[in-house]
């Protein structure tokens, strides 16, 4: 069941007309309160589908509550939101892949105009990176019937892979890989949906498909291959040897709205961002580094601040509002199902928001006849808005809602197809059938059969 519904009933609400024509210009702030629980991100959908031409930047203290704005945003929007998250070490080139790819896939959808919310914590705003100049001059393009894809021979876009950042193996099982047999090109790169197989003819590309990385056969056929780099900051170096570095906020769109959560809580992120990097750098000096001066990975938190006030900015459930929802938390159930039947008896009709199929059958059991709506669609919190109360299961049974977002990148598990052969491993030879596998040097030759 699909939580348009809420969507839709919170944008009939004359405080969301009302605030969706006097939204904040660039360099203005505004002050909303009255939005509990889940609101936030569900008046945060309703404003992007009334003015689909904006991008909405949700700034939030923690990565804790980005996952959780990201979340709900993602259950009532789908892709149209993402995350941009923030670094989890000092140095230029994040070691982690899966952050890596996201920071460089969220903006290159940004820089593309193709998201309308992203997500993203205080600290990740006054990060510098040289991602932007990489997207530029290193982006790579593949498409069938073309020559290289306007990129070269087989040859040049391995060596353009190398520069990229990329590791070349004897068979791709994780991304940030390719592979060369032949004239076939296996790669599994950052803005990949999936793994892809690029068979050239001389110099020209006549195949692209995805492959499975455990079974390592070729799936359907792709249109294009779309390749973004994974090492940035060499990339974003100019002649004279320093290095271009601008924020997720030097690069928003000068009409983009912000929308602050915990706003007094933001500037302390950013504080406490400056000054541990000054220890952090610090520590490594007197271990004989030389680590990158703290300027060159953070925006000063002054000059973070001017920054952040050219663009229009909602400050949410801020003391000093301007604009006010009549929304209101729900009565708490504390597991109490006899309490849970008074409420859904009254009045407001309410909907309960479940976790999962598994979740819904047995509210609907313990509930019976009881009147109230059960939908599959987790928010993080209930609330009450004129004519409709929303409950969450997570809620209803005080327990902690589960926040697994799957892995962005895949790895192949460890089985023959995909490890390294060693000697005596049966091997299945495309044209002599099943043999053994023997070292270089074995005197014993590998049985066919």
Not at 324 to 349: K, M, T
């Amino acid at each position: 069941m699909s939580l348009d519904f809420l969507i839709d009933r919170l944008d009939e609400l004359p405080a969301t007309r009302a605030l969706a024509v006097q939204l904040p210009a660039p360099g203005a702030r505004l002050g909303v309160a009255g939005l509990p629980g889940s609101s936030a991100v569900v008046l945060l959908a309703a404003l992007a589908r009334r003015l689909p031409q904006r991008v909405f930047v949700v700034v939030t203290p923690t990565p804790t509550d980005a996952e959780r704005w990201l979340a709900d945003g993602q259950t009532l929007v789908g892709d149209s939101a993402v995350l941009y998250p923030q670094r989890e070490a000092l140095g230029a080139e994040e070691p982690h892949f899966e952050i890596a790819g996201e920071r460089i896939e969220t903006l290159e959808q940004l820089l593309s105009g193709a998201v309308r919310i992203v997500v993203t914590t205080a600290r990740a705003t006054a990060e510098h990176t040289g991602v932007p100049a990489a997207l530029e001059s290193m982006r790579l393009v593949l498409q069938a019937g073309e020559r290289g894809g306007g990129s070269g021979t087989l040859s040049d876009i391995a060596r353009r892979l190398e520069a990229m950042g990329y590791t070349r193996v004897p068979t791709v099982t994780e991304v940030a890989q390719f592979s060369v047999r032949g004239g076939i090109l296996d790669a599994y790169g950052f803005g990949m949906a999936a793994p892809a197989r690029i068979e050239w003819w001389g110099d020209e590309i006549v195949s692209l498909r995805s492959f499975d990385l455990d079974s390592q056969r070729s799936g359907e056929p792709v249109d294009r291959v779309t390749v973004l780099p994974v090492k940035t900051e060499a990339t974003a170096r100019r002649d004279d040897g320093t290095t271009e570095r601008r924020s997720l906020l030097d690069l928003l769109p000068s009409d983009a709205l912000v929308v602050l959560e915990q706003e007094a809580a933001l500037e302390q992120e950013v504080d406490r961002a400056w000054a541990e990097a000054a220890h952090h750098l610090d520590v490594a000096r007197r271990l004989g580094e030389e680590p990158p001066a703290r300027e060159a990975l953070f925006v000063e938190p002054g000059a973070w601040r001017r920054q952040l006030t050219r663009f229009g900015r909602l400050a949410l459930n801020a003391d000093d509002a301007a604009a006010r929802f009549p929304l209101a938390p729900p009565d708490a159930v504390d597991r109490d199902i006899r309490q849970l039947r008074r409420i859904v008896a009254g009045e407001p009709p309410t909907v309960i928001l479940c976790d999962n199929e598994g979740q819904l059958e047995r509210l609907d059991e313990l509930l019976d006849t009881q009147r109230a709506t059960l939908a599959v669609g987790a928010l993080d919190g209930g609330f009450v808005l004129p004519g409709l109360r929303v409950l969450t299961d997570h809620e209803i049974f005080r327990r902690a809602r589960r926040l697994r977002r799957p892995r962005r990148y895949r790895e192949a598990a460890p089985t023959a197809a995909t490890r390294a052969l060693a000697s005596g491993d049966y091997v299945v030879h495309l044209e002599h059938g099943i043999g053994i596998s023997r070292s270089p040097w074995s005197s014993t030759r590998a049985a066919t059969g």
